[in-house]
């Protein structure tokens, strides 16, 4: 009886142990940032828990390239900041407000118990190795680069305020730099809202739904690279330049990404040539999903105003459309 008593109380707390066990292993594998919890110095699993969302700042090893990453869980936001003089088009689009490209990301974990960081077309833009060792890929570059932890206080990756003039602007920055790249005239315009009743469909806020509709920018279409932008009457203009409306920061940035996205085609001489041939329109407009459609010789961007950097295609996502529609 002794025995079996003396037995049963040494698995009682065998159990006991192995439950703590996993509940302390629990909190670090699962809600930890897999980026964060392999960078740097490892933090408690209740401090790495509250710091969840931080951004963090890193510096390539071999020329101080800066990027910027930030998660939550298992998705990711980065942005590649520009440099001096840079020439990616991203960052000669605009020379007053900056329009470098927030890639959306979600965490795998790969061999060797690495976290490759991916985006929804699979490419993967950052690598930690779980010894801590940061591997960057830069966009437009096939080799990775060795990266380390910078200091800063950056704010949240998410997109700036922009204006309808920032908008138009850049829809005139991007017809002139991809028509002098594939040699054809290719005009990005920024097409009216659609009716009231489309907008009332829509859960997102009236207030916000109603000056979407009561501002009807139009870039007119035109055979110039450099033709003028003429804008239809509206209404309650005074009242809109008043505050940057979130529709406009959407589309302003949605503009960049189909710049980008098309001149990452045409790098290669046959897409440029094939895009010269096939495209002289790219047209943007509210759609719910945002999307992408290839109608005659028009490529027509949807993006959503209420979805943030989630609301327009990425450079990733035209590039490969065209691509596989061109």
């Not at 969302?53 to 990711?76: I, Y």
């Not at 009236?206 to 690279?225: N, Q």
């Not at 509210?286 to 989630?310: H, M, N, T, W």
Request: hydrophobic letters at 50%.
């Amino acid at each position: 009886m002794a025995f079996r008593l003396i037995t049963a109380l040494a698995a009682a707390a065998f159990a006991v142990t192995a439950t703590a066990a996993a509940q302390d292993v629990a909190p670090s594998s699962l809600r930890a940032d897999p980026f964060s919890a392999l960078v740097g110095k490892r933090k408690p699993a209740a401090e790495r828990a509250r710091s969840i969302g931080a951004v963090e700042r890193f510096v390539v090893a071999t020329d101080d390239r800066v990027f910027l990453f930030q998660s939550d869980e298992r998705e990711g936001r980065l942005k590649f900041l520009c440099s001096d003089n840079d020439p990616h088009i991203d960052c000669a689009i605009d020379a007053t407000s900056p329009a470098e490209e927030i890639h959306l990301l979600e965490a795998t974990r790969v061999s060797r118990g690495d976290v490759a960081w991916r985006n929804a077309e699979g490419q993967t833009l950052v690598r930690v190795a779980a010894y801590g060792g940061v591997t960057v890929y830069w966009p437009g570059e096939a080799r990775g680069q060795a990266a380390s932890k910078s200091f800063g206080e950056d704010p949240p990756l998410v997109l700036d305020p922009a204006g309808i003039e920032t908008a138009r602007l850049r829809a005139q920055r991007a017809t002139a730099m991809i028509s002098a790249k594939v040699g054809a005239p290719i005009v990005f315009e920024i097409a009216a809202p659609k009716a009231l009743a489309f907008a009332a469909e829509s859960a997102r806020s009236a207030d916000a739904l109603s000056d979407e509709t009561r501002t009807a920018p139009v870039m007119a279409a035109s055979e110039s690279a450099a033709a003028p932008v003429r804008t239809a009457p509206v209404a309650g203009r005074a009242s809109m330049a008043a505050r940057a409306d979130a529709n406009e920061a959407v589309l302003a940035d949605a503009i960049v990404r189909a710049a980008k996205g098309i001149d990452a085609v045409a790098d290669d001489p046959t897409g440029a040539r094939v895009i010269a041939t096939r495209l002289d329109r790219v047209i943007f407009r509210i759609e719910r999903p945002p999307g992408l459609l290839f109608q005659r010789k028009s490529l027509i961007v949807g993006y959503d105003p209420g979805l943030g950097v989630a609301g327009r295609p990425s450079s990733a996502r035209i590039a490969r459309f065209l691509e596989e529609s061109l």
